[in-house]
């Protein structure tokens, strides 16, 4: 079975504060890679998918990277609206979630 | 509007069934893959099973298949997630969710609310 790794776990970060968070898989996706956003209480919410496209209605200070094996998640410019929880999912035969990041205020 | 509601979860005891249920509505249901995602108290996301679009083709994680069964009635725009064999570690919210299509193929680009399924005796 495919394993992903995603890190950090927590982020404390502030407004205006550019965060990258990571997704290693055990072995090639191509590119077959997406990021969510949740919120508490709330489902996920698809932002990036094929690892770097831009859901539509997804702010552009949010953006996608990566091929093969690493793969990131970029916020430009921290919002208040931003902070919450992101999730990797990763295909390769099955959907696989990584762990988790949590943003929270510093 | 473009959704997905879930219905049918509570709270049962080890080893007895429980049938979630799933409305569409305002989007072409028969065109997409469907899925059941479900999150665990520690927040973890676990992909559970997949419907192809017509029904023809089903696939489940390890730790569900044999228990666990999805089907869909297209007519009625719905999808449904039948749990047999409930164990504690089935606890979690259940969500169905939408494969996208074309570019978005095997990314989830709309999810229900969830439905809470607690089994516990």
């Known amino acids: 079975d495919i394993q992903v790794t995603q890190s950090p776990s927590t982020l404390s970060a502030s407004v205006g504060d550019r965060l990258t968070i990571t997704c290693r898989a055990s072995?090639?996706?191509?590119?077959?890679l997406a990021w969510y956003q949740q919120k508490a209480g709330q489902a996920p919410k698809l932002l990036i998918y094929?690892?770097?496209s831009l859901e539509s209605g997804v702010p552009s200070r949010f953006s996608g990277s990566g091929s093969g094996t690493e793969f990131t998640l970029t916020i430009s410019s921290l919002q208040p609206d931003d902070y919450a929880t992101y999730y990797c999912q990763l295909y390769n035969v099955y959907w696989t979630f990584g762990q988790g990041t949590k943003v929270e205020i510093k | 509007q473009v959704q997905l509601v879930e219905f049918g979860g509570g709270v049962v005891q080890p080893g007895r069934s429980l049938r979630l249920s799933c409305a569409a509505s305002?989007?072409?249901?028969?065109?997409?893959?469907m899925h059941w995602v479900r999150q665990t108290p520690g927040e973890r996301l676990e992909w559970v099973a997949l419907?192809?679009?017509?029904?023809?083709?089903?696939f489940y994680t390890t730790s569900v298949e044999g228990r666990f069964t999805v089907s869909r009635d297209n007519s009625k725009n719905s999808l449904y997630l039948h749990m047999s064999s409930l164990r504690v570690e089935d606890t979690a919210i259940y969500y169905c969710a939408r494969e996208g299509r074309g570019t978005r193929l095997r990314s989830f680009d709309l999810w229900g609310r969830g439905t809470f399924v607690t089994v516990s005796s």
């Open positions: 072995q090639s996706i191509n590119n077959w």
């Open positions: 094929r690892a770097s």
């Open positions: 419907i192809s679009y017509d029904g023809s083709n089903v």
């Open positions: 305002a989007f072409t249901f028969s065109n997409y893959a």
